[in-house]
């Protein structure tokens, strides 16, 4: 499955695309608001072979798609979507992007195709993504996606340098279809 927008194509994680996400997955600076990373080779390798099998699972519930730039067949980094409510219709969105592509619209291009996908394709009522309090890019691409802030969770996640808060932000349906 891919979805296209203007200046990328979102394609699924394929087995060899590992090397490519290891290029970000490895920086510090990349994951500096995850609890993850940066990876190790392995860990990179282990995280696109979970894809894959999730990607097999039925009912479907967790896509990733790797974030290709149309005329490049490198991967400049991933966008989430797991369905994590089905009898409520809620799925959460997440995203990376290589440091070389931040600021220049990707992560907001790619969640504009993720969020369309999640409303249209899987028929779902609410969306939503969480962000470290500190990753005001992040924070800046979901306000610019038309996401609310619904409120910040105090210290609900444990990363290297202590007790992250995370802000909360949502879009509904009814919402996009207003954009």
Avoid at 37 to 44: H, L, M, Q
Avoid at 109 to 130: C, D, P, Q
Avoid at 134 to 151: D, F, Q, T, Y
């Amino acid at each position: 499955m891919n979805l296209e927008s203007e200046r990328m194509i979102l394609r699924e994680l394929a087995v060899t695309d590992w090397i490519d996400v290891h290029k970000y997955a490895s920086l510090a600076n990349v994951c500096q608001y995850q609890p993850w990373g940066p990876n190790t080779e392995n860990e990179t390798k282990d995280f696109v072979k979970q894809v894959l099998v999730d990607s097999k699972q039925a009912p479907r519930t967790r896509f990733v798609f790797a974030i290709t730039l149309k005329g490049y067949q490198g991967v400049i980094g991933a966008i989430e979507f797991n369905v994590r409510d089905c009898t409520n219709k809620s799925g959460e969105i997440g995203y990376i992007i290589h440091p070389d592509y931040w600021g220049k619209g990707i992560a907001t291009e790619a969640a504009n195709k993720i969020i369309s996908f999640g409303f249209s394709e899987l028929k779902l009522h609410r969306i939503y993504a969480t962000c470290d309090v500190r990753n005001i890019g992040s924070a800046k691409v979901l306000e610019k996606m038309g996401l609310k802030l619904e409120g910040k969770m105090r210290e609900d996640m444990l990363l290297r340098d202590g007790w992250r808060d995370t802000y909360l932000y949502s879009i509904l349906e009814h919402e996009w279809n207003q954009n």
